[in-house]
């Protein structure tokens, strides 16, 4: 079993010592308990407790402590895949609830498994989801200073069971200030993909993520026989190529993981049988 979380972005220059540490112990702990859950659990489950986990933490940006867009609301994206039976389901662009992975973990069930924005609220209501206000002080005071913080928080988790199955999720509060309507990569097959060969979930700018279909791309590259250091190298050349910023976590089958960045630097954790690692 294996198990590796991203949190976004750090930047150095535009946040502290503090919320790195805050940032490290979270994703430790979170890595630790997801990885307790994986060993009574599917891989699908797993990557939909971890991404709940990550969602209900303020320091991400996702669920609670979501960016605000440019018109003052906060919409969030989510999505899964199971590598397993192949299927997708996500929401895009949700609003005032707690954890759209949830929903999108719902909509694995529906023959209709991807809804975006009234649709998905909608939908919500129907399964008695209740309503709750992911937004937190320091966002608005940001969205007041119009901060653009460029999507940096998006969080996500690439699982591998005991039975030798891998499940992808990605969660977001988008990119901070964009337009309304605006789709983020992270409910889409460029963000976040799995089939039996490898799960990817990736984070940064969801038009850089969607202009090269980064996560599709890595996992297609391992299922047509590329080692998981050449399936990155290859997609991230791509992206530069585009300028493009982004990160993305994997595991493969064998149980390799992987991690990989355009910009210093993506914050990540992974648990492997047990032993937890963390970006320094
Ligand atoms: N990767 C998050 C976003 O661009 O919406």
């Known amino acids: 079993m294996k198990l590796i979380i991203h949190g976004g972005f750090f930047s150095e220059s535009s946040t502290s010592l503090e919320i790195k540490h805050a940032k490290q112990n ?55 895949h199971d590598g397993n039976s192949k299927k997708f389901s996500g929401v895009i662009n949700v609003q005032n609830i707690q954890n759209p992975i949830r929903l999108a973990e719902l909509l694995m069930q529906e023959d209709d498994r991807v ?34 913080s460029l999507g940096l928080g998006t969080v996500g988790c690439v699982a591998l069971d005991g039975e030798g199955k891998i499940a992808a999720a990605t969660s977001t509060g988008g990119k901070g200030f964009e337009l309304v309507g ?38 297609t590259r391992i299922s047509d026989g590329f080692s998981m250091e050449k399936a990155f190298e290859k997609s991230f050349f791509e992206l530069k190529e585009i300028d ?3 990160g993305a976590i994997c595991i493969e089958k064998d149980g390799s993981i ?11 954790a992974s648990c492997d049988e047990g032993i937890i690692e963390c970006f320094q």
């Open 182 to 219: 605006r789709i983020s990569d992270s409910a889409t097959a460029a963000g976040n993909f799995a089939n039996n060969f490898a799960g990817v979930s990736c984070t940064g700018v969801g038009e850089d993520i969607v202009s090269v279909a980064l996560a599709t791309k890595i996992v």
């Open 26 to 80: 979270a994703l430790k702990e979170i890595a630790g308990d997801s990885y307790e859950y994986l060993k009574t659990h599917t891989a699908v489950e797993t990557v939909v407790y971890a991404v709940s986990l990550l969602e209900n933490n303020l320091l991400f940006n996702a669920g609670l402590g979501s960016q605000i867009q440019s018109d003052g609301k906060i919409r969030m994206s989510s999505s899964i």
């Open 115 to 148: 809804l975006g924005a009234e649709g998905a609220n909608k939908y919500a209501a129907e399964k008695n989801i209740p309503l709750y206000n992911p937004e937190l002080p320091q966002r608005r005071k940001e969205y007041e200073e119009k901060v653009k």
């Open 258 to 268: 992987h991690h990989q960045d355009s910009h210093p630097y993506m914050v990540w």
């Open 244 to 246: 493009g910023f982004a």
